[in-house]
């Protein structure tokens, strides 16, 4: 039974993306390509390794073990290329970070761009998740770092601060909610949203808080960015939930109203988490440094 490293990570992929389709694009392979590499691992091993469905994809059980070790092979030989790198005239190596919707878009591109120019060998790989789904993932050691919402439970994780922002209203300056102060989530559900594509992971958090209200999110429209959010926000076409510090941004330049949300959930306290800081291989290690910093 011989699997290599593509299989691995290929395997790896369709189980987080709970589709072959879905991890073969991940893994920038073609899809025939992805399902005969399948097919051959189940052949080779003589047990299905994923039972399928209409919903996707799932592991079997000879498939969660192989998951298991997968990881930890792809996680060692990382670590060998980064140590053997030393010798080949500087380290070199890739870490993989999961982020929230607001660690992504408000605060990331900044924190990253100063650790990426100091570390020219190193390439990020920086997805999008949701905060409890990041958890899991880290913990697993499907991914070196994530960035999650304080509120998450962590479990076992390391964790460290990384920053602070609350989730606001947005609305057009003449709607009746600009002159309020402060509103809660389950009042704003009255109204049409203006919000993110359905795979951000806010989008789908603020469709089961509204779920948990019994309450339908009416979206009108759905944007790829926070910024694009707000011109449509602007213009009358709904409302719209988006950080604060984006919303004091955009207040710049378009006439908006900005009213605070009431609910607990509204304040994001944003952590950094990891499995151990002992385990981490050194550039992920020196990345915690610098989002710390």
Same mark, same amino acid.
């Given at each position: /039974? ?71 092979? =792809?996680?060692? *030989? ?20 999961? %982020? ?13 761009? *100063?650790?990426?120019? @100091? ?9 999008? $998740? ?8 880290? %913990? ?23 920053? *602070? ?25 009255? @109204? ?5 594509? $359905? ?6 958090? =603020? ?15 759905? =944007? ?11 213009? @009358?076409? @709904? ?14 330049? /378009? ?10 959930? %509204? ?22 440094? *610098?989002?710390?910093?």
């Amino acid at each position: /039974m011989r699997y290599d490293l593509t299989d691995l990570r290929l395997f790896c992929e369709i189980v987080e993306a709970g589709s072959i389709t879905g991890g073969a694009e991940r893994s920038a392979l073609a899809l025939a390509a992805a399902s005969t590499r399948i097919r051959r691992m189940e052949e080779a091993l003589g047990a299905a390794l994923l039972t399928r469905s209409r919903q996707g994809v799932a592991p079997t059980e000879a498939g969660r073990t192989l998951l298991k070790h997968a990881r930890t092979i =792809l996680a060692q *030989s990382a670590r060998l290329k980064e140590d053997l790198g030393a010798f080949a005239g500087g380290l070199s190596g890739e870490v993989r970070l999961l %982020a929230n919707t607001n660690a992504l878009t408000e605060f990331l591109p900044e924190a990253l761009s *100063s650790f990426l120019a @100091g570390h020219p060998q190193v390439s990020v790989d920086l997805e999008e $998740r949701l905060s409890d789904e990041i958890v899991g993932l880290v %913990a697993e050691g499907a991914a070196d770092i994530g960035i999650v919402a304080g509120t998450v439970d962590v479990g076992a994780l390391a964790t460290y601060p990384f920053r *602070s922002d609350r989730f606001v209203v947005v609305t057009a300056a003449d709607h009746p909610l600009a002159t309020r102060g402060r509103v809660g989530f389950a009042e704003v559900l009255d @109204g049409e949203f203006v919000g993110l594509e $359905r795979s951000s992971s806010l989008q789908r958090f =603020l469709a089961a808080r509204a779920a948990r209200e019994g309450r339908p999110l009416r979206l009108r429209v759905q =944007l790829r960015s926070f910024d694009a959010v707000c011109r449509l926000v602007e213009c @009358g076409v @709904g409302v719209g939930v988006v950080p604060e510090t984006t919303a004091r941004r955009a207040v710049r330049t /378009m006439n908006l109203g900005v009213v605070e949300l009431a609910d607990d959930w %509204a304040v994001r306290e944003l952590k950094i988490v990891v499995r151990a800081e002992a385990e981490l291989r050194p550039y992920a290690r020196q990345l915690v440094d *610098s989002l710390r910093a």
